[in-house]
T-cell receptor, first 111, second 114 residues
Framework: DQQVKQNSPSLSVQEGRISILNCDYTNSMFDYFLWYKKYPAEGPTFLISISSIKDKNEDGRFTVFLNKSAKHLSLHIVPSQPGDSAVYFCAASAGNTPLVFGKGTRLSVIA | NAGVMQNPRHLVRRRGQEARLRCSPMKGHSHVYWYRQLPEEGLKFMVYLQKENIIDESGMPKERFSAEFPKEGPSILRIQQVVRGDSAAYFC????????????FGSGTRLTVV
């Protein structure tokens, strides 16, 4: 059973536009959520996170929104840049347990 | 410190051989996590270790797989009698404590079983 779901395997966005990546979860015990970015042949790198006590966290061009009642979070990238092209993983944790990852969404930003 | 170091980057093994994957955590990090990424899949948790202790191995297959993190030296993920289905990218992450936000990943070891 997948506790963290990223239902869109891929997304294409034009440079300068907004990219919205979505993530749903089923475990109501999750209290910390993270987004990781991964380039080919490299390990995932941390991008941004949010605690369950918040509904929004912003860091430069990246904003994560959390809707606890819907068990849904999203990552907004604006404006999107070609260098943002990568696979984005949503991850969640319940009380400092090891992170549970989604399958990832491949973002392509077209110049 | 260059970060989490994994070696080898690529490993080819014939069916039935053993595979040993090494992970040196970042300096100051005493928590190590191993994840596996199968083709077209996300990262699946395998095992969480602290020095000389296995804390959580709920994601590790019951047979053929083992992990250790000795007092000295890197963490080792060992796969005995490899099968084609073991072909995957294996990532190690380390953190200074149990905090979820502290993970730093290595570049991974890509295991190919032929």
């Amino acid at each position: 059973d997948q506790q963290v779901k990223q239902n869109s395997p891929s997304l294409s966005v034009q440079e300068g536009r907004i990219s919205i990546l979505n993530c749903d979860y089923t475990n109501s015990m999750f209290d910390y959520f993270l987004w990781y970015k991964k380039y080919p042949a490299e390990g995932p790198t941390f991008l941004i996170s949010i605690s369950s006590i918040k509904d929004k966290n912003e860091d430069g061009r990246f904003t994560v929104f959390l809707n606890k009642s819907a068990k849904h979070l999203s990552l907004h990238i604006v404006p999107s840049q070609p260098g943002d092209s990568a696979v984005y993983f949503c991850a969640a944790s319940a009380g400092n347990t090891p992170l549970v990852f989604g399958k990832g969404t491949r973002l392509s930003v077209i110049a | 410190n260059a970060g989490v170091m994994q070696n080898p980057r690529h490993l080819v093994r014939r069916r039935g051989q053993e595979a040993r994957l090494r992970c040196s955590p970042m300096k100051g990090h005493s928590h190590v996590y191993w994840y596996r990424q199968l083709p077209e899949e996300g990262l699946k948790f395998m095992v969480y270790l602290q020095k000389e202790n296995i804390i959580d191995e709920s994601g590790m297959p019951k047979e053929r797989f083992s992990a250790e993190f000795p007092k000295e030296g890197p963490s080792i993920l060992r796969i005995q009698q490899v099968v084609r289905g073991d072909s995957a990218a294996y990532f190690c992450a380390s953190s200074p404590g149990q905090e979820s936000y502290g993970y730093t990943f290595g570049s991974g070891t890509r295991l190919t079983v032929v």
